[in-house]
């Protein structure tokens, strides 16, 4: 076999590592949810993302003290973005977390895909970037979609969807700035301050809150801990194997995750309405996925040609 079939034929088998790592990643996501909607009916939600928090950031030390140092991984050219995105995520978790209480999973996660819309339309006013008119008309589906879910002409309206729909706003902004922080700071320096600030984050609220857990309720944060750091290091996994353009569209098998252990768990089924609603923001983010990636494939060809201008 000629080496450069070899080549693709590797990293075409690369990338559908990636992918299986990633669709693995979001079934623990997921499952992480639905035991926090479990521990929301018996412990206060400050105390559920402390100690989230708390397992997390050690994972994050080791992490970056195995991969480039400890003072090197904390040194930041960005470090008020870095507090702001670890202290901004550390809140969605629990604005998220808190809503669970109220809400179904799969509803919860059907009105939370519309984030990567958020991204979309948001890039253009933070990152300065470029969207097409079918991305706009992609994103526009997308949140007409969004509507459909929520319902907020309906008698079946929560106002706690609207919480959702803040917290999709949030993790987008914090998507958003993480990928500024990105072009400056290195991959550990970022995930050490994501464990790091929010730790320190969820802890100046905890202590107002803080109850003596039971056996099981120990339990189950021991699990919910374990379950995030395995879905981060399968993340992380993913994220070496394929591009991260490849892999966007997959993220959204934590809805399908969330689908079915909402019913086998919670005897939850999404009305016919919110699936449709659904079907119409997933559809939306995976073409604006695509769009992306025939974006930067097309860029990357230009600038191969400016660099590397055919001979005369």
């Known amino acids: 076999m000629p080496q ?54 050690l994972f994050a030390i080791v992490f970056a003290a195995h991969s480039i140092g400890i003072k090197a991984a904390f040194h930041s050219t960005r470090p008020k973005l870095q507090i702001l995105r670890g202290l901004l995520i550390s809140s969605e978790i629990a604005l998220f977390a808190f809503a669970l209480y109220y809400l179904g999973l799969a509803e919860m996660h059907a009105i939370f895909a519309c984030f990567p819309l958020i991204i979309t339309a948001l890039s253009v006013p933070f990152l300065g970037e470029t969207v097409g008119w079918r991305r706009w008309v992609a994103v526009g589906l997308g949140f007409i979609g969004t509507l459909i879910i929520i319902s907020p002409d309906s008698g079946n309206f929560s106002p706690y969807a609207m919480l959702v729909l803040i917290c999709a706003l ?19 320096t970022s995930l050490l301050y994501f464990g790091v600030v929010g730790f320190i984050g969820s802890l100046l609220v905890a202590p107002f809150y803080w109850q003596t ?36 569209p997959f993220n959204y098998f934590v809805l399908v995750w969330a689908i079915i252990i909402g019913y086998f768990v919670y005897d939850e089924i999404l009305e016919s309405q919110s699936l449709i609603g659904a ?34």
Do not use: C
């Open 279 to 312: 079907a119409v923001v997933v559809s939306s983010g995976v073409y604006i996925a695509r769009r992306e990636y025939i974006v930067a494939r097309q860029a990357r060809k230009r600038l191969r040609r400016t660099m590397y201008p055919p001979e005369v």
């Open 170 to 188: 949030m993790f987008a902004i914090y998507n958003l700035i993480t990928r500024k922080v990105s072009r400056h700071d290195r991959f550990e």
């Open 213 to 248: 857990p039971n056996s099981d309720q120990i339990f189950w944060l021991g699990v919910i801990s374990i379950t995030g750091i395995i879905g981060h290091l399968l993340l992380i996994k993913a994220l070496q194997l394929a591009p991260a353009v490849i892999l966007q």
């Open 4 to 57: 450069n079939k070899l080549i693709l034929s590797d990293k075409s088998d690369h990338a559908t590592k990636g992918i299986i790592a990633l669709v693995v990643a979001t079934l623990f996501f997921a499952g992480q949810d639905a035991i926090t909607k479990h521990l929301t009916q018996s412990i206060p939600v400050a105390q559920i993302v402390t100690v989230r928090f708390f397992f997390f950031s």
